[in-house]
C-alpha cells in the first residue's frame, strides 16, 4: 500500500477481481521471417505476476510492446476485460502502466518536471506533493530538482520507475525494471511488483535477473518458441 490519502493502489483491490484481466489468443509475431512466437496464449488477472523470459532477441520487448499498444506487429486476438482491445482501446491504455527498457525521461528536465509530463500525457492533475513522495519512495529525495542529465543511469531509472507511484493503473507492464538498479533496489522493485498485485493489480514484465518474490510467479519462456 502506498499512499494512505490517494489510495492508489488500496483503490485496486477488487477493481478487475471481478473480470477478466489481460487476455491472449493465439498471438503470433515475426521478425525478418524469423518467428518470435506463434500460438501463444495466457491469462493475467487481478494478483497475477507473469515473467516473460528468454535469450536476448527471443521476442519479449516485441510482445511487451504489442501488449502496451506500441506495435501492431501481430496476428491473434488481445482481450482486455472480456473485451477485444480494437474496441476498447482507449480504456484499456488508461489502465495500463508501461515502462520500457530504455531511460524514458528527457534528459534535460528535472525528475520533477519529467513526472509532471508523465502525469500530464495521462491526463492527470497530480500536486507536486505526489510526485515528491514517489521521488522519495524510488530513493531519491532531494534530487527533484536536478537536470536528469547530471543523474547516475541508476538514478534515471529510479526516476522513471516514480511513475509507479504516480500513475494509478490496473496492470503494469514492465520492460528490465531491474537495469542499472542496484541490490538494494533491486529487492524493492520485487517488494513493490508484489505489494501491487497483492492489491488487486496485474504484473507483466520481462528480466534476466532471477526474481525472489514471496508469491507465485508464473514463467513464459519465449526460448520454448
Ligand atoms: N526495430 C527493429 N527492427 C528490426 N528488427 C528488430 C527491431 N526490434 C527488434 N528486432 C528484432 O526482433 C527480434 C526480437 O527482439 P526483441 O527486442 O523483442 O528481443 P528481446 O527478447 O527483448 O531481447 P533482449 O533480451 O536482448 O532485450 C530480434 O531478432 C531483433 O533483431
Known amino acids: 500500500m502506498i499512499d494512505a490519502e490517494t489510495g492508489y493502489w488500496q483503490s485496486l483491490t477488487g477493481v478487475i477481481l471481478a473480470e477478466q484481466g489481460l487476455e491472449v489468443r493465439q498471438l503470433y509475431s515475426e521478425r ?41 506487429r501481430y496476428e491473434g486476438d488481445i482481450y482486455w476485460q472480456s473485451h477485444s482491445l480494437d474496441q476498447q482501446r482507449a480504456a484499456y491504455l488508461e489502465q495500463l502502466l508501461y515502462i520500457g527498457h530504455g531511460a524514458g525521461i528527457k534528459a534535460a528536465l528535472s525528475p520533477l518536471e519529467n513526472l509532471r509530463w508523465s502525469c500530464a500525457l495521462r491526463g492527470l492533475k497530480q500536486n507536486d506533493e505526489t510526485i515528491f513522495q514517489a521521488m522519495a519512495k524510488v530513493g531519491l529525495q532531494g534530487f527533484e530538482q536536478q537536470p536528469c542529465y547530471s543523474l547516475s543511469a541508476g538514478q534515471q531509472r529510479r526516476v522513471n520507475l516514480a511513475r509507479l507511484f504516480c500513475i494509478p493503473a490496473q496492470l503494469w507492464i514492465l520492460d528490465e525494471p531491474f537495469t542499472a538498479i542496484d541490490q538494494r533496489g533491486v529487492a524493492e522493485i520485487e517488494l513493490w511488483i508484489s505489494e501491487f498485485a497483492d492489491a488487486g493489480g496485474a504484473v507483466l514484465l520481462t528480466t534476466h535477473h532471477p526474481l525472489a518474490m514471496q508469491r507465485p510467479l508464473r514463467v513464459i519462456d519465449l526460448g520454448a518458441f
Not at 49 to 60: C, R
Request: hydrophobic share 45%; charged share 15%.
Open 32 to 72: 525478418d521471417d524469423r518467428v518470435l512466437f506463434a500460438d501463444l496464449c495466457f491469462t493475467l488477472n487481478a494478483g497475477d505476476v507473469l515473467q516473460i523470459a528468454g535469450p536476448n532477441g527471443s521476442g519479449k520487448t516485441s510482445l511487451l510492446r504489442i501488449l502496451a499498444g506500441l506495435s501492431s
